[in-house]
DNA sequence: CAGCTAAGTTAGTTGGGCTAAGTATGACCG
DNA sequence: CGGTCATACTTAGCCCAACTAACTTAGCTG
């Protein structure tokens, strides 16, 4: 694989940038599972969590946010609520629906979960010169962009 | 979460950076799951294939560079060996030690699976313009620096 | 050589994904 | 108005991937 460290170039032709672009998803998985190992939530409870931060969610609408089988949703809303941190709720309007709700120490298991991540990243990123951030920043759009077709 | 689409001025602070990075890790996430399902090898076989490319490595060094236990690695040999894409050796200079390497099938899949990544990856970035390639070229090495504290 | 350390494996648990099949409700149509 | 189809979930059963604890075997060292 290559070295993601080693840029080449001629990058912006589509073939050699996947080439890199591929080196550095791997990278990027990598320090996500270093980074994530024993918190107190997994990275899917806390991804799951978030999505509920706005306001109750349908199984059927958090399956399809998080690429998922219905089923597996099931699995881990029985989870977040065993754990006290989600609740299930009903839709008066569809008596086949079920809703789905942050409870009061869900909501502050999500805020400080998301604090702990975001001062670990923050560490990572104060490390790089004020450029490099610069440059980071304006790839994020681009970066968001990708897959969204 | 913040809308990874939407970036906002003052990115440039780590902080405020780190929700960026935040979000757009947890697309890229999620996007990278739905293109790696169903493939012929999982995310994590194939990341292990990718080690052995040049040459044969111990056990040890796998389970470190992939940020995982000794014995999660076992398994994850066991299973590729089963499928008769590694096999295992010794070091004669040591009889504790159990090497790893590709078989030629086993580079065959690697090749194979790896072509096929960067080819789809490579159609997410045609979509892209010229500029906004160059722009995800530059934070390449950037990305590529993060976590290597 | 006794005892400690290092390298792997085995066993058992948990989380997270899938498909197939079942239940209950809503919707539609003759 | 009742039968049939579709929708929204859940349950059950399977595999992969991670962990810890405990075991085996081999090297190292006093």
Known sequence: MTDPSTPRP?????????????????????????TTAGQPVTTQQYAVLGSLEQGPRRMTELAEEHAVQLPTMT?????????????????PADARVRTVELTGEGRDRLL?????RI??????LAALTE??????????????KLGRT
Chains 1, 2 share one sequence.
Do not use: F, M, Y
């Not at 032709?13 to 996500?32: F, N, T, Y």
């Not at 699995?75 to 839709?91: C, T």
């Open 10 to 34: 001629g990058q912006a032709d589509p073939g050699v940038l996947a080439e890199g672009v591929s080196a550095v998803l791997r990278h990027l998985v990598l320090l996500l599972r270093r």
């Open 131 to 144: 450029k490099e951030r610069a440059t980071l920043a304006a790839a994020l759009p681009v970066l968001a």
């Open 119 to 124: 001062a670990r990243l923050g560490q990572d």
């Open 75 to 91: 699995v881990q809303i029985n989870r977040l609520e065993d754990a006290g941190l989600v609740a299930r709720g009903a839709d």
């Open 112 to 116: 400080a979960v998301r604090r702990a």
